[in-house]
T-cell receptor, first 112, second 113 residues
C-alpha cells in the first residue's frame, strides 16, 4: 500500500511567519491532494497536483509537487490564526484514482 | 458549506443499539465514500460507491453495513458496535473515481458506550 509521511507532525508559529509542511511517498504520486481540517470537522479541499513540477497557489497557500512526483510541499506565507488546523495530504492509488491514501496530518497552531 | 451534509453530527450509542448515519450530497457527484478517522491515525477508507454500486470494501467488519439507494445518498447502518469503533465518520463524494478531488462532509462523531 502507498504510505504518505507528513512532516512535521505539529507546528507552532507566530502570526506573520512563513511555514512549510511536507508530504513524502515511497512511490510515485499520481494525484496529490491537500486538505485542511478543523478539529472535529470535515476536510476542506485546498489543491490538487498531478504533474511533476506543478505548483498551485490559493491566497497565501502554495503547494508544489516535485519533478519525481514523490514529494509535495505546502507553503503558507505570512501565516494568520485562520490558517490554524490540521493539514492532510492524500494521494491517489495508482492511476485509477479510485482510492485516496492519507498522511497522518500536520497540526498547525498560529499564535497571534 | 461543502455540499455534503452528514447527520447526525454527534451520536452516542450502546453496544447493542442499532443506528444509522446519513450522508447527502448536492453536487451531482457519482461517487461516494465512507471514511473512519480515529485519534492519532490516518484517515481510513471504509467503502466506495460509484453510481450506487459498491466498488470497494476495505475489509470492514460486518457490524458496519453501507447502503447507497441513489447517487446522492449514502447510509452507514450500525449494529453491535464495539468501543474501538468510537471515531469521527466522514462521508465524501467526487464527480467520479478518476482522480477527482473528494468533497467531505463535517462528519458524525460516534461514541460507543
Amino acid at each position: 500500500s502507498q504510505e504518505l509521511e507528513q512532516s512535521p507532525q505539529s507546528l507552532i508559529v507566530q502570526e506573520g511567519k512563513n511555514l512549510t509542511i511536507n508530504c513524502t511517498s515511497s512511490k510515485t504520486l499520481y494525484g496529490l491532494y491537500w486538505y485542511k481540517q478543523k478539529y472535529g470537522e470535515g476536510l476542506i479541499f485546498l489543491m490538487m497536483l498531478q504533474k511533476g513540477g506543478e505548483e498551485k497557489s490559493h491566497e497565501k497557500i502554495t503547494a508544489k509537487l516535485d519533478e519525481k512526483k514523490q514529494q509535495s510541499s505546502l507553503h503558507i506565507t505570512a501565516s494568520q490564526p485562520s490558517h490554524a488546523g490540521i493539514y492532510l495530504c492524500g494521494a491517489d492509488k495508482a492511476t485509477s484514482g479510485s482510492r485516496l491514501t492519507f498522511g497522518e496530518g500536520t497540526q498547525l497552531t498560529v499564535n497571534p | 458549506e461543502t455540499g455534503v451534509t452528514q447527520t447526525p453530527r454527534h451520536l452516542v450509542m450502546g453496544m447493542t443499539n442499532k443506528k444509522s448515519l446519513k450522508c447527502e450530497q448536492h453536487l451531482g457527484h457519482n461517487a461516494m465514500y465512507w471514511y473512519k478517522q480515529s485519534a492519532k491515525k490516518p484517515l481510513e477508507l471504509m467503502f466506495v460507491y460509484n453510481f450506487k454500486e459498491q466498488t470497494e470494501n476495505n475489509s470492514v467488519p460486518s457490524r458496519f453495513s453501507p447502503e447507497c439507494p441513489n447517487s446522492s445518498h449514502l447510509f452507514l447502518h450500525l449494529h453491535t458496535l464495539q468501543p474501538e469503533d468510537s471515531a469521527l465518520y466522514l462521508c465524501a463524494s467526487s464527480q467520479d473515481l478518476g482522480g477527482r478531488a473528494q468533497h467531505f462532509g463535517d462528519g458524525t462523531r460516534l461514541s460507543i458506550l
